[in-house]
């Protein structure tokens, strides 16, 4: 079945820092990729996404390219703020079922 | 914009109890799904429902659970028997059909299922 490496957490970094955060994948096929967040107290919101080999996903500042070469989804954002912090996962799939990484809690610090 | 809502947000119930958790999809979304988080841990893929029927399961979903439409708009979980180790976040999500997100499940917010 599928399965996603992701970057442990949690991070921290101050506000206006670079991000990224790392996510490997193994799958069947070629599904599409997805990064959701959990911000404190909520559900799973779709960040972004991608559906097929060298599509960039973006969002709220956020980008994540899709790597069919490197089974890679490494999502980024170049000035963080407070209001990201939350956890975020990485999850290939879609059609069917959505495996999901570990997810890495990120905190951004004023 | 349409989104999927989930009742109660907090359930409590005792060790053997039945309990059903209920999720609103989307109205024009006919893919259906359960998923569960146990605290601090990964988000588990439970269920599948497409059509009236079960698409797929994962090993978690063994003879305690079971899911039902039972109308036009609502989609539950049973647990016919509650565990300790039921308690956990359970999250409902739903899937177009057709057009460019069809790829996408839409979550819910959640109903934290607590069993004493």
């Known amino acids: 079945g599928d399965s996603v490496t992701q970057m442990e957490g949690p991070v921290t970094l101050s506000e206006e820092a670079f991000l990224t955060i790392n996510c490997t994948y193994t799958a069947t096929g070629y599904p599409s990729l997805f990064w959701y967040v959990q911000y404190p107290g909520e559900g799973l919101q779709l960040l972004l996404k991608a559906t097929k080999a060298d599509d960039k996903g973006s969002n709220k500042g956020f980008e994540a390219t899709y790597r069919k070469e490197t089974t890679s989804f490494h999502l980024e954002k170049g000035s963080v703020q407070v209001s990201d912090s939350a956890v975020y996962f990485c999850?290939?799939?879609?059609?069917?079922?959505?495996?999901f990484g570990t997810g890495t809690r990120l905190t951004i610090i004023p | 914009e349409p989104e999927v809502t989930q009742t109660p947000s907090h359930q409590v119930t005792q060790m053997g109890q039945e309990v059903i958790l209920r999720c609103v999809p989307i109205?024009?979304?006919?893919?259906f799904y359960w998923y569960r988080q146990i605290l601090g841990q990964k988000v588990e893929f439970l269920v599948s429902?497409?059509?009236?029927?079960?698409?797929?399961k994962s090993e978690i979903f063994d003879d305690q659970f079971s899911v039902e439409r039972p109308d036009g708009s609502n989609f539950t979980l049973k647990i016919r028997s509650t565990k300790l180790e039921d308690s956990a976040m359970y999250f409902c999500?739903?899937?177009?059909?057709?057009?460019?997100?069809?790829?996408?499940?839409?979550f819910g917010p959640g109903t934290r299922l607590t069993v004493l």
């Open positions: 429902f497409y059509n009236n029927e079960i698409s797929e």
């Open positions: 109205s024009n979304h006919l893919y």
């Open positions: 999850a290939p799939g879609g059609n069917e079922k959505l495996t």
């Open positions: 999500a739903s899937r177009a059909t057709s057009g460019s997100a069809s790829d996408t499940q839409y």
